[in-house]
């Protein structure tokens, strides 16, 4: 259902919801106040894409991204994905720290992220898997691992691993090694995780 605005909105009436309206306000405190409302409100969604977009105080920034949390659906996934973009390392961070605590909703996302064409977005997709289940996380990150060429990225996907990756990721590890055998800190980085995963490590 669209969400039908005021005078900012262009449309004609305003929304007849007053916690979505309040997003509007001009008083840091009543969009904080109506964000914490929204939560779980999963028609309030375009509302809180509108809003988010446009706040440029962290801390409702933050209410906005948790009330998109817990309603947690693909809509507020796709509102969140963009932030992952941001020239902002702080909205970054919230961004990636919000879809993290979606593991389930993030999942159908995770393939896109990580074949994205942009290698700082590879990265950071990597971090998203790591609240997934074991063998989720490291079917999706071998897959990647297997055909990235940059190694700040496969670092990135090593460190996961090394935390949650199951024994399905030490020939794809091995792989890495190899390929890249060059570059000193990614041998390293997989002999760490090869021995944590396999229960080596003293």
């Not at 992952?84 to 961004?95: I, K, M, N, P, T």
Request: aromatic letters at 2%.
């Amino acid at each position: 259902m669209p969400l039908i605005r005021g005078k900012k909105g262009g449309a004609s009436g305003e929304t007849s919801d007053p916690q979505q309206a309040a997003l509007d306000s001009p008083d840091a405190d009543s969009r904080w106040t109506a964000a914490r409302a929204l939560a779980g409100q999963a028609d309030a969604v375009p509302a809180l894409a509108v809003a988010l977009a446009r706040e440029p105080i962290p801390r409702v920034r933050e209410a906005m991204m948790t009330a998109l949390i817990r309603i947690g659906n693909a809509a507020s996934i796709e509102v969140l994905l963009p932030y992952l973009r941001s020239q902002d390392a702080g909205v970054r961070a919230a961004a990636i720290e919000a879809l993290q605590a979606l593991p389930d909703a993030i999942a159908p996302f995770m393939t896109p992220l990580l074949n994205d064409g942009d290698s700082d977005v590879r990265l950071l997709a990597t971090e998203l898997a790591r609240n997934m289940g074991g063998s989720e996380a490291t079917r999706l990150l071998c897959e990647l691992i297997d055909h990235e060429h940059h190694p700040n990225v496969c670092a990135a996907a090593i460190d996961v691993l090394t935390e949650v990756g199951t024994p399905d990721a030490l020939p794809t590890l091995e792989r890495c090694a190899v390929r890249f055998a060059a570059t000193p800190f990614l041998p390293f980085a997989v002999a760490v995780a090869m021995s944590r995963i396999s229960g080596e490590e003293s």
